[in-house]
């Protein structure tokens, strides 16, 4: 049995998947609410958001990733960061979550991934879970209804978290998988029931392809200045770096919080929905974001809230620190309607230094910004990877290592290119500690981060004066209005300098040393960098 709206020569069973129980097509937000309920998977919130927690995995689980090494990819995926799987493995993992899924009830949605018609993929995802295909609903690109009639999926993604993979039989690790076949067009999920594993797949499909045809994939956040597409921001970030928290400003035009593709024409968003961190969520500093974790069909996920109120407690990281809302983009006010951009204009890279050395913001030279493109430092922050208890320092290239299943130099140097081409003016942003280290120090106050920011794409600092940072070379403006001075100046807010002067040196080290992997292919000036 099947309801719902679907192209009828590219039913399940025309992809070899029979024996379901009922199969809901296309279902819309009201419907998957309500099914997502009914079947017990979660509890409706204040103004109708669903709330629903995830057990066991409440993060990704990268360990328990990977690409079937089939002959059509066997050149192009980075294989030491990406873990390979047999295809006769992969073969026996999928005829057993077949037979595993019979009986069983399942949601279609069939969505675009990439807002730019010439780049979009055309994906359908199968999931066990009602939330799960309402959370991909938002965080994906909606067909319109009739669009919905000849829609063929080009790329199908099959989340069953009831389904517990063997190491034996499938090549894997543990009960959990995420097995992406870029041959079969197929990508299976078991063992998790974190939401995220869902875009973080199709993220990497994207970063597979979108290379092959020129497009820079972008883990990266982006908007625009208003009512001008050519004033475009991006901010490249590993998770907990700010790519959510500072695109969602009221002063400039959302484009999307996470995944990106710069083009020939510009930026576009792989998405329709954003998925916010809500530990802490300030009311005060982030008014955007915190609305929405009280809007209809809001999955707010692995939050606990009061049985009397309904109120959500931001504060209680019981279920995990990564606690998460997925709305659509339109639940932020000032969000693109298109989700297009320019070519950036200005290109930022966070990162959430745990030690405390970096600059609040350094304005980088062409060469510079590879060089940390390629680095990608930061820390990984609690939860958002399965045993991450507290901020990790981490060099994780191109800002996402995780979900770059090509070679670091073919993203370094897609943006190189375009950098030249286009003359982005690039900064390092600090988004972590300062006055010390995790642990002594504070995290960077967000005012502090936002108005900085404000004043580089405003172009304000184009012409102040700058000091350039003994350690990284990169140039460090001295005074920025409404910064107090000090926060520009790392070592001037440690209160023990010589302390800090020995963290920096460590930190350099810590560079150069991991910079070594890439040297042989970087371009001159890249390799004529010398910190410390
Ligand atoms: N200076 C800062 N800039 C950005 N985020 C900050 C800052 N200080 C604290 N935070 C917090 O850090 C987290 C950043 O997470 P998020 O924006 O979701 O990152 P990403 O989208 O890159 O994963 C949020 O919880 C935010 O409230
Ligand atoms: C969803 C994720 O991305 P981010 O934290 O960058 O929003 C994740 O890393 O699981
Ligand atoms: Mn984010």
Same mark, same amino acid.
């Not at 690409?67 to 006769?88: C, F, G, Q, S, Y």
């Not at 940072?469 to 001075?485: A, I, L, S, W």
């Not at 300098?497 to 992997?517: G, I, P, R, S, W």
């Given at each position: 049995m099947s309801t719902g709206r679907v192209n009828p020569a590219h039913r399940l069973e025309d992809q070899g998947i029979e024996g379901l129980g009922h199969v809901f097509y296309n279902l819309i937000e009201p419907q998957l609410v309500e099914q997502a309920v009914q079947r017990g998977e979660g509890h409706i919130g204040k103004g109708g958001a669903i709330m629903v927690s995830t057990g066991t995995h409440t993060g990704r689980s990268p360990k328990d990733k990977f690409v079937v090494r089939t002959p059509d990819v066997e050149d192009t995926i980075w294989w030491e960061n990406n873990k390979p799987m047999d295809p006769a493995a992969f073969d026996v993992l999928y005829a057993d979550m077949l037979e595993h899924m019979k009986g069983k009830d399942y949601f279609v949605e069939d969505l675009f991934g990439g807002a730019d018609p010439a780049h979009r993929l055309d994906v359908r995802m199968i999931t066990e879970l009602a939330w799960h295909a309402l959370f991909i609903r938002h965080? =994906?690109?909606r067909p319109e209804r009739e669009e919905l009639d000849s829609f063929a999926p080009e790329f199908t993604i099959i989340n069953c978290p009831s389904f517990k993979a063997d190491p034996a039989r499938h090549g894997c690790r543990s009960e959990t998988v995420i097995a992406l076949n870029f041959t079969r067009k197929l990508i299976l999920i078991g063992g998790t029931e974190y939401a995220g594993e869902n875009k973080k797949s199709v993220f990497t499909l994207l970063n597979y392809i979108l290379p092959g045809k020129d497009v820079m994939a972008m883990h990266c956040s982006a908007n625009h200045a208003p009512n001008n597409p050519v004033d475009t921001a991006v901010f490249f970030g590993l998770s907990g770096t700010g790519k959510t928290t500072l695109s969602a400003d009221p002063s400039r035009v959302l484009i999307g919080d996470d995944e990106h593709g710069w083009s020939e024409k510009g930026t576009f968003n792989f998405e329709g929905g954003c998925y916010a961190k809500t530990i &802490? =969520?300030?009311p005060v500093a982030e008014p955007e974001i915190f609305a929405t974790t009280s809007m209809f069909s809001t999955v707010v996920e692995n939050m606990v809230w009061? +049985?009397?109120? =309904?109120? /959500? !407690?931001?504060? !209680?990281?019981? /279920?995990t620190p990564n606690m998460r809302c997925a709305y659509p983009l339109h639940y932020i006010s000032n969000a693109s309607e298109t989700a297009l951009g320019g070519h950036p204009k200005n290109i930022i890279m966070l990162t959430s230094d745990a030690f405390g050395v970096l600059p609040p913001i350094a304005r980088l030279t062409p060469a510079q910004a590879m060089y940390h493109f390629l680095s990608g430092f930061t820390s990984k922050v609690a939860g958002t990877e399965r045993g991450v208890v507290h901020p990790e320092p981490t060099f994780s290239t191109c800002f996402g290592a995780p979900f770059? *299943? @090509? @070679? *670091?130099?073919?993203?370094? &140097? /897609?943006l190189r290119d375009k950098i030249a081409k286009h003359g982005a003016t690039c900064w390092l942003v &600090?988004? $972590?500690?300062? $006055?010390? *280290?995790? $642990?002594? $120090?504070?995290r960077m106050p967000?005012? +502090?981060? @936002?108005? /900085?920011l404000a004043a580089a794409l405003d172009g304000s600092l184009s012409d102040v004066e700058y000091r350039k940072d003994p350690n990284f070379g990169f140039e460090v403006p001295m005074h920025v209005q409404d910064v107090p001075d000090v926060l520009l100046d790392p070592r001037r807010t440690w209160n023990d300098h010589a302390a800090y002067d020995e963290q920096a040196t460590k930190l350099v080290k810590m560079f150069a040393e991991n910079f070594e992997q890439y040297i042989d292919f970087v371009d001159d000036d890249v390799k004529a960098i010398k910190l410390g």
């Amino acid at each position: 049995m099947s309801t719902g709206r679907v192209n009828p020569a590219h039913r399940l069973e025309d992809q070899g998947i029979e024996g379901l129980g009922h199969v809901f097509y296309n279902l819309i937000e009201p419907q998957l609410v309500e099914q997502a309920v009914q079947r017990g998977e979660g509890h409706i919130g204040k103004g109708g958001a669903i709330m629903v927690s995830t057990g066991t995995h409440t993060g990704r689980s990268p360990k328990d990733k990977f690409v079937v090494r089939t002959p059509d990819v066997e050149d192009t995926i980075w294989w030491e960061n990406n873990k390979p799987m047999d295809p006769a493995a992969f073969d026996v993992l999928y005829a057993d979550m077949l037979e595993h899924m019979k009986g069983k009830d399942y949601f279609v949605e069939d969505l675009f991934g990439g807002a730019d018609p010439a780049h979009r993929l055309d994906v359908r995802m199968i999931t066990e879970l009602a939330w799960h295909a309402l959370f991909i609903r938002h965080m =994906l690109r909606r067909p319109e209804r009739e669009e919905l009639d000849s829609f063929a999926p080009e790329f199908t993604i099959i989340n069953c978290p009831s389904f517990k993979a063997d190491p034996a039989r499938h090549g894997c690790r543990s009960e959990t998988v995420i097995a992406l076949n870029f041959t079969r067009k197929l990508i299976l999920i078991g063992g998790t029931e974190y939401a995220g594993e869902n875009k973080k797949s199709v993220f990497t499909l994207l970063n597979y392809i979108l290379p092959g045809k020129d497009v820079m994939a972008m883990h990266c956040s982006a908007n625009h200045a208003p009512n001008n597409p050519v004033d475009t921001a991006v901010f490249f970030g590993l998770s907990g770096t700010g790519k959510t928290t500072l695109s969602a400003d009221p002063s400039r035009v959302l484009i999307g919080d996470d995944e990106h593709g710069w083009s020939e024409k510009g930026t576009f968003n792989f998405e329709g929905g954003c998925y916010a961190k809500t530990i &802490n =969520l300030s009311p005060v500093a982030e008014p955007e974001i915190f609305a929405t974790t009280s809007m209809f069909s809001t999955v707010v996920e692995n939050m606990v809230w009061d +049985e009397d109120t =309904l109120d /959500l !407690d931001f504060a !209680d990281d019981s /279920l995990t620190p990564n606690m998460r809302c997925a709305y659509p983009l339109h639940y932020i006010s000032n969000a693109s309607e298109t989700a297009l951009g320019g070519h950036p204009k200005n290109i930022i890279m966070l990162t959430s230094d745990a030690f405390g050395v970096l600059p609040p913001i350094a304005r980088l030279t062409p060469a510079q910004a590879m060089y940390h493109f390629l680095s990608g430092f930061t820390s990984k922050v609690a939860g958002t990877e399965r045993g991450v208890v507290h901020p990790e320092p981490t060099f994780s290239t191109c800002f996402g290592a995780p979900f770059m *299943p @090509r @070679r *670091p130099e073919v993203y370094g &140097n /897609l943006l190189r290119d375009k950098i030249a081409k286009h003359g982005a003016t690039c900064w390092l942003v &600090n988004t $972590g500690w300062t $006055g010390g *280290p995790y $642990g002594e $120090g504070e995290r960077m106050p967000i005012k +502090e981060t @936002r108005t /900085l920011l404000a004043a580089a794409l405003d172009g304000s600092l184009s012409d102040v004066e700058y000091r350039k940072d003994p350690n990284f070379g990169f140039e460090v403006p001295m005074h920025v209005q409404d910064v107090p001075d000090v926060l520009l100046d790392p070592r001037r807010t440690w209160n023990d300098h010589a302390a800090y002067d020995e963290q920096a040196t460590k930190l350099v080290k810590m560079f150069a040393e991991n910079f070594e992997q890439y040297i042989d292919f970087v371009d001159d000036d890249v390799k004529a960098i010398k910190l410390g």
